[in-house]
């Protein structure tokens, strides 16, 4: 029979010690990756959502008309907008180009998503609602088109 010393005097210190130094090296990432991977993720989503709904149009139409019912809004007009929101939002995020106008719009289209058609989903639309939180509220970072302008407009020109 073998026994096991689980703790020494001082052991619990270098547990600590190695967690500062994986925070300190975690830290050390970019924002700006992690930006970028959000609007990337996030731009995937919508984008093959929105390529699965123009595929086959009356599929699409069938199902806001009798699984997507979306109250106030005709089945039709209802399509349309979801499809334009997430092409128009997937590029947009994909490009960081008007990226929190993007996010806020994305937002929208996940709240519809969750509150109308599938709540038992929560789950996965807390996911897609952190990442465009992320870009709503820190903005596309620096791989973008919105870091672009924004210099351009700071420097004068």
């Known amino acids: 029979m073998t026994t096991m010393r689980i703790t020494r005097a001082g052991g619990s210190r270098s547990i600590v010690k190695l967690h500062d130094l994986f925070a300190e090296r975690a830290a050390a990432l970019p924002l700006s990756v992690v930006q970028f991977a959000a609007r ?17 149009w009356p599929v699409t139409l069938q199902l806001f008309a009798f699984e997507y019912r979306v109250p106030l809004i005709e089945p039709g007009h209802a399509a349309f907008l979801a499809t334009a929101a997430e092409l128009s939002g997937a590029v947009m995020l994909a490009l960081g180009v008007l990226s929190r106008l993007a996010s806020l719009m994305l937002l929208g289209v996940v709240a519809t998503i969750q509150i109308f058609v599938y709540p038992g989903h929560w789950a996965e639309h807390l996911m897609w609602a952190s990442l ?22 700071r420097a004068g020109g």
Request: glycine share 6%; no cysteine; proline share 0%.
């Open 40 to 56: 990337i993720a996030v731009a995937e989503v919508f984008w093959q959502s929105a390529q699965t709904k123009l595929a086959s």
């Open 132 to 153: 465009l939180l992320l870009i709503l509220s820190r903005g596309a970072g620096f791989f973008s088109v919105d870091h672009l302008v924004a210099r351009r407009i």
